[in-house]
Structures are given as C-alpha cells and as structure tokens.
C-alpha cells in the first residue's frame, strides 16, 4: 500500500448509505473534484521529465499514475457502471498495477503528460455526466453511491503515492505548505489506560467503507495502555544515542538483518552533521524538530524501538478501540472525537501542513480517552499481522485486500498528514511490508496493563 493499486472487477453486497439523492450526487462531485484538483498540483509543479522519471524503483513515474487514475475512473465509472464503450481499451494492460511492478513501469509505453492530462480530463467530464443521471441505488456498487466514493479515494490514495514520490525526488522544492499548528505536552500523560472489556471494531454502517473494514464485530481487548501521542523525532533520537541500531536485542531477526544489510542508523532521510541531525523534506535540508512525530520508520525500527523502551506496538484492536471506544455510551464513534467529519482543527490531513504537527496538537481530536492524534500526522504501525475480519467478503474485487491477506503485511492505522479526509476514518486499514520506509508511517507504544488495573 498506500495506493492498493486496482484493477476493474464486479460486485459483491454492499450496503445503502443515508441521504437524498440529491445530497449524495453532491459529495460524490465534491470527493472527486478534490481528489482531482490535488493530483494537478502534484503534477503540475514540476516539469515533463520529473513527470516521466522513475525518482526511486519504489514508486511510479508520476504520469504513470495520471493516466492509471484516469483509467480506473474510466474502467469502474464509465464502463461498468454506465454501460459505455470503453474510450481506450489498448491502455489498460499498461495501467494494470498487478501486471507490471512499478520497478519495470519506466519501460512501458506510457501515455506521455499532455496525453496523460487529456485522457484523465476527457475520463471525467464523462463521469460529472454519469453522475447526474445514474441511479444511486438497486444495485451494490451503486448503493450510497459507492463506486463513485471507491474512486474518490483510489485517487487520494495515488495522490499521497505521488506525494511520497515528490519526497523522493531530487531536487529544488516543487511543493510548499504552511506550517502546522503548535503542539503543547503540557499536563498530559505519558499514556492512557483503556478499560478491559468489549467494543465494536470495524463498521457495517459506513457507505463508503472498504472491504476489509466490515463487518463490524465485536472484539473482547485486555486493559492496556497507549501513548498519549506518537512517538517523536526527540525520543527516538534517544534511542539511537543509546546504540539502538548497534544492539541486536532490541530486533526481530529479519529487522536486524535489514539494518546491517543496509547500513541503516537513523530514519530514511535523516543524517548527522555538525553535531545535530538534519532531514530532507520535500527537498529542504533543515534540522529534525524534535517535537514533531517520528515519520519515514519501518516496522521493525517501530518494533525495536518499543523494545528498547519496554514496551510494545500495540494491536490493531487496541488501536482502534483506543481511537473509537466512548466509555460514557458503551459505543464506537466513526472518529476519535466524534461522529463529525475531519476539519482543520481536529486532525492534520490532506498534505495541508506537508509535515507532521507537533506531539500535543489538535487536543479538539482527542478520544474520549484524551488519546491525541490518532487520526493525521503519521500512519501509525501496529503489531498487527494483515488478515480479514469474520465475515469478510470481498468487494468489488479480490485483488483491493483478499490477496494481501496474511503474515507478509503488517497493519497501520490513523493516516498520515498526507491522506485526504476521504481516504481516513477510525476504521479505515492500511498495510505494508514490514521493511518499508519511504510511506509516512510512525508508531506510538501501549503496554498490557498491570494485574487490576482497568478491570470491568
């Protein structure tokens, strides 16, 4: 993941959502005209031969995904929900993410970007047409209107994609933001205890929902406790004095032999020099700040780290009962602070800030608990091996999660500053492998509470 690259395929249930007609064509128009407006910022500030270099085998050449979006909203929107002839068939094996590695993606014959630009373009004219007159119910992917929310966020998933690709990229600064708003520790915990006892994990109620977020269900959790915030540039800078890298206790064995393998001291983009360490972000050299979330560790520097620190990551039910749980109604809220969507002033999403906000921030997002940004700032690993929830059917397509399932892949939770509303929720799941470090993952630690302690 990030992106969870797809191809076309057909239908299982979904569920209706709420609302009028009227009101879902609406957030339909306003979710894709997002999603587009922020992939023409990310491919229109840098020049054609940015747009068509591989800048790591990593990622995608940033046109490949232009004309991959087009062609799923072309493929899911156009063709299978409206009926239409496809526009241009002999493309799709080329934009087929299951068919070519993004390593070896430079070598196809790709659309070039002022092609890519007018196919994408030309795709949603043709969908805004589609939306006014299909039907938002009778069948699964029409439902709520969900096709269209399926491919609102394939695009925001492709953007943060191309946005890891932008802080990939050598260059001069092509992307600016301004800074987010100050954080404050002050009179908070170190951590948080969240009771024994059962809650609802995952939703049946959420239209836009992806397959491996249903079904809801309940899930029995031991009391444990979760940092208050995530673990930041400061604190694990502590790690790394105290000869973190250097000593193989902390370390599961395939994360130590990825360290010695490939020399890692420090996280990805971070060095040392003149006695301080320093960072590349989105082409700026600056200092790490230490007040800010940790961001660009794999699992295995999450997991060593929590060692060190005698405690551990926590599960993805811990997570997300830390994240969901109300105490007071016995209930899971869609979000941390509530059932309201994100606004600026209770989560760091959509690339607003283009970094982490600093530990503390964003207290009008806090759990019931008081657990602070949960949602925003960093996709926060979790111990959690990626598998399916009783009950799991997959839909529209096995290759969106079925194929992923199983101990290769390890759970994040919470997304990233780099995520878009649309694409984050209390439920929503992202996964990778374990050794990965580019993504805009950071961790923070629980441990199982003391005998007693957070009993019901």
């Not at 205890?193 to 249903?214: H, I, Q």
């Not at 420090?266 to 301080?276: D, H, I, K, T, Y």
């Not at 560790?297 to 999450?302: F, I």
Request: proline share 10%; aromatic share 10%.
């Amino acid at each position: 993941m990030t992106d969870h690259e797809t191809p076309a395929g057909t239908a299982a249930p979904a569920e209706a959502g709420d609302g009028t007609a009227g009101t879902l064509r609406l957030r339909a128009v306003e979710s894709l005209t997002a999603a587009r407006d922020r992939t023409a910022l990310l491919t229109s500030c840098v020049d054609d031969h940015d747009l068509t270099a591989q800048h790591s085998p990593l990622m995608s050449p940033l046109v490949w995904d232009l004309a991959h979006i087009g062609n799923q909203e072309e493929q899911w929107l156009l063709r299978t929900v409206a009926g239409l002839a496809a526009l241009r068939p002999e493309i799709d094996s080329v934009y087929d993410a299951f068919e070519h590695p993004r390593a070896s993606r430079p070598t196809l014959p790709l659309l070039p970007p002022a092609e890519a630009r007018s196919y994408a373009s030309d795709v949603r004219g043709r969908v805004l047409d589609v939306i006014e007159r299909v039907p938002l119910h009778g069948g699964p992917l029409l439902d709520a209107g969900f096709a269209f929310g399926m491919i609102a966020q394939h695009e925001q998933q492709h953007d943060e994609t191309m946005l890891i690709t932008h802080q990939l990229r050598r260059g001069p600064t092509a992307l600016t933001a301004p800074p987010p708003p100050a954080g404050d520790t002050t009179g908070l915990p170190a951590d948080v205890l969240v009771p024994a006892g059962p809650f609802t994990m995952g939703t049946s109620t959420e239209p836009w929902a992806l397959d491996n977020e249903r079904p809801a269900h309940q899930r029995l959790v031991p009391a444990f406790r979760i940092d208050t915030v995530p673990v930041t540039n400061g604190a694990y800078q502590q790690f790394i004095e105290d000869g973190g890298y250097t000593d193989e206790r902390w370390w599961a064995p395939e994360g130590w032999a990825q360290i010695r393998e490939h020399g890692i001291g420090a996280p990805l983009f971070w060095r040392r020099e003149g006695g301080q360490w320093l960072r590349r972000r989105f082409g700026a050299v600056e200092p790490v700040p230490a007040e800010e979330p940790v961001l660009h560790v794999s699992w295995y520097e999450a997991d060593a780290y929590a060692r060190w620190a005698g405690r551990r990551l926590p599960t993805e039910e811990e997570w997300e009962k830390a994240a969901r749980y109300d105490p007071v109604s016995g209930r899971s809220l869609r979000y941390p602070w509530g059932d309201d969507d994100p606004t600026p002033e209770r989560a760091n999403l959509g690339q607003r800030h283009l970094r982490p906000a600093p530990a503390g921030s964003y207290p009008r997002g806090a759990s019931p608990l008081g657990v602070r940004q949960l949602i925003g700032d960093v996709w926060e690993w979790t111990s959690s091996d990626f598998l399916p929830y009783p009950g799991f059917v997959a839909f529209p397509y096995r290759e969106y999660s079925e194929v992923f399932f199983g101990g290769a892949h390890k759970v994040l939770r919470g997304g990233s500053f780099g995520v878009a509303p649309v694409a984050c929720r209390g439920t929503f799941r992202n996964w990778d492998l374990p050794v990965r470090r580019q993504i805009f993952s950071g961790f923070r630690t629980a441990r199982t509470a003391a005998p007693g302690e957070g009993d019901t």
